[in-house]
């Protein structure tokens, strides 16, 4: 959807397979700076995901639904592409750790090459969550380890079914 007159919109994308409080975070933080935000869940991301998009899509829906000025679709193609089809002035990213700059910044310098009018915010992960990941909420939920205070309490149902873990 285009932004309204004076709307600034951005885009949050990622994998969000699953989405953890990490992105959370950072996706609260974005619901702040900007008039509206569009988590974008990346159909192709180069990963085998253990969640399918719709179920990506879901929980990330599910973890926003307390921000009113928060929506969420998938996207396949260019991150670029899909910010100019909402009227994003700019795409959202979460940094972590020191590891993580290097990738992202290679990305934001391809997509500022791509579409200079969607720049890169980046926003520092908290540090309560400095270490989380997707990956490692997957490894500790494949094992059936407490992950309930990593994730939303329906992407914990959704990885403890996905793994055979229904108890508490």
């Known amino acids: 959807m285009p932004p309204g007159p004076g709307e600034r919109v951005a885009v949050c994308p990622?994998?969000?397979?699953?989405?953890?409080?990490?992105?959370?975070?950072?996706?609260?933080?974005?619901?702040?700076?900007?008039?509206?935000?569009?988590?974008?869940?990346a159909v192709?991301?180069?990963?085998?995901?253990?969640?399918?998009?719709?179920?990506?899509?879901?929980?990330?829906?599910?973890?926003?639904?307390?921000?009113?000025?928060?929506?969420v679709d998938e996207f396949d193609g260019l991150v670029v592409e899909h910010?100019?089809?909402?009227?994003?002035?700019?795409?959202?990213?979460?940094?972590?750790?020191?590891?993580?700059?290097?990738?992202?910044?290679?990305?934001?310098?391809?997509?500022?090459a791509l579409a200079e009018e969607v720049p890169t915010l980046f926003l520092m992960s908290h540090a309560d969550h400095a270490f989380l990941s997707s990956s490692?909420?997957?490894?500790?939920?494949?094992?059936?380890g407490d992950i309930s205070r990593f994730v939303p309490p329906a992407v914990e149902q959704a990885l403890r079914a996905k793994f055979g873990h229904t108890g508490a």
Not at 14 to 41: C, K, N
């Open 14 to 41: 990622g994998t969000f397979d699953p989405i953890t409080y990490g992105h959370l975070d950072v996706i609260e933080r974005a619901a702040r700076l900007f008039d509206r935000v569009v988590v974008s869940v």
């Open 44 to 71: 192709q991301s180069g990963k085998q995901p253990l969640f399918s998009v719709e179920e990506r899509v879901a929980l990330a829906r599910s973890a926003c639904e307390h921000l009113a000025n928060v929506e």
């Open 83 to 112: 910010a100019r089809r909402h009227g994003a002035c700019a795409l959202v990213k979460g940094l972590r750790v020191v590891s993580d700059f290097e990738r992202e910044m290679q990305m934001a310098l391809m997509n500022r």
């Open 136 to 144: 490692l909420v997957k490894e500790v939920g494949s094992v059936g």
